[in-house]
């Protein structure tokens, strides 16, 4: 009988902490923060400088990419056609795919399924569109459809892939990423595809865009500080993950081993406002979460949170893990890697998730960054005193999202036994 259990055996990043793997990984376990004031960082806003001056915008820090060229990536002739938000995945991608050795020994294109989520999609080639047509009195460029898609990422990686199994886009707002590798899951364990490539990514630095969340007063004018007393809002990343999945048995096939093993998820719905979240939701997830996985909440040591340092979200996905793990809560390490990169939109579960694996491979949690002081609404171990040692079997990882869109995703060391 064929396991049914997923294997993680590649990743990749693309992100304002480094732009692969390792360099993330390592600034994401030591604590570093890179939400920074716009003018100290190289690409500030990604923007036409005639657009700085006009831009008016309550929050003056993010976390945009610095230093991604695609030209170092892409031929002109392809880059023409890919929205930055295609490019962070196809370049993440790469990185997933090499280090599970398919550069080598490619599978059946027919059973590789490519599953890219996103929020925001080609939304700066939208404003640079809308810019060229209304301001430049110039045509939209040719391409602007295909590279405005959702599924742009999701084709451009099955195309350097020759992926031929089941290949689209999730769009969920910032549980986007998570629905997709959960979706990468079930299609492994259904026998539709033997290898799924599953991510999220997302390009957020657009004038239009920046000036929308502004509206909607959700970003902290002073600094993330998630599940800490004062907190007044999240801070904008961006930036992109994406993972090889392999069944356990065709992983083993081929030798390859494995980074960390996807144990299952749940996935739930609110059914109630647009913006304001209800922790009924995010509690059924967890729960569902742990049912699927087989793990029970002894278990679990450690939950890599949504934590994005807002006043609610906060309260509530804090107030739902205790609820769910009871009194071991007080024990229980629960961080958030957002307020170090950002909230990265449509790519924030994927990012989380190597945040993750990593947890499982050094034995580190990294901290929450900024923490002032406990809030008594936030009864939870949020590590605010810098990276700590742990030794967990097994974790979680919540993406919370607007609309009451809930993932959950469980995981364990490659080693341990479900």
Not at 7 to 28: H, K, M, P, W, Y
Not at 101 to 120: E, L, Q, S
Not at 146 to 162: D, V, Y
Request: glycine fraction near 12%; include cysteine; charge should be negative.
């Amino acid at each position: 009988m064929a396991s049914p259990w997923v294997e993680i055996t590649g990743r990749g990043v693309v992100s304002c902490a480094g732009l692969d793997v390792a360099a993330f990984q390592n600034a994401i376990l030591a604590g570093e923060g890179h939400i920074k004031p716009f003018d100290e960082n190289g690409r500030e806003l990604n923007l036409p400088p005639e657009f700085m001056a006009g831009l008016k915008l309550r929050f003056t820090r993010g976390a945009p990419v610095i230093g991604f060229d695609p030209t170092q990536h892409f031929e002109p002739r392809v880059l023409a056609g890919l929205d930055r938000f295609s490019q962070f995945a196809a370049v993440a991608a790469r990185q997933a795919w090499k280090e599970a050795g398919f550069d080598v020994a490619p599978p059946v294109a027919d059973r590789i399924a490519v599953i890219v989520g996103t929020a925001n999609a080609g939304n700066e080639s939208v404003g640079q569109g809308w810019q060229r047509i209304l301001l430049e009195g110039r045509k939209p460029v040719p391409l602007t459809i295909p590279m405005t898609m959702a599924s742009g990422a999701s084709s451009r990686i099955a195309r350097e892939t020759g992926a031929h199994g089941p290949v689209f886009a999730t769009s969920s707002a910032c549980a986007s990423a998570a629905h997709a590798i959960l979706m990468g899951v079930m299609m492994l364990r259904s026998g539709l595809a033997d290898v799924a490539l599953v991510g999220g990514s997302d390009a957020c630095y657009d004038f239009g865009y920046l000036r929308a969340w502004d509206a909607l007063r959700v970003v902290t004018t002073d600094i993330c500080r998630p599940f800490s007393k004062g907190r007044l809002g999240m801070s904008i990343g961006e930036g992109a993950a994406m993972f090889v999945l392999e069944t356990t048995d065709h992983a083993r096939a081929r030798g390859a081993p494995a980074l960390a093993r996807l144990a299952g998820g749940g996935m739930t719905s609110d059914a109630g406002d647009l913006t304001t979240p209800d922790g009924r939701g995010m509690v059924r997830a967890l729960h569902a979460a742990l049912r699927d996985s087989g793990l029970t909440p002894e278990r679990i040591g450690y939950i890599n949170a949504h934590g994005t340092g807002t006043q609610i979200n906060d309260r509530l996905e804090a107030q739902a893990i205790r609820e769910v793990f009871g009194a071991a809560t007080d024990k229980l390490p629960v961080s958030t890697i957002k307020s170090s990169i950002g909230h990265a939109m449509g790519a924030s579960g994927a990012l989380e998730l190597v945040a993750a694996i990593a947890t499982l491979e050094s034995g580190i949690a990294p901290p929450t960054l900024n923490y002032l002081e406990p809030d008594p609404d936030c009864p939870i171990d949020a590590i605010p005193e810098g990276p700590r040692k742990v030794n967990p079997e097994a974790v979680l990882s919540n993406s919370f999202a607007f609309g009451g869109l809930n993932v959950t995703l469980a995981l364990t060391r490659a080693d341990v036994n479900l």
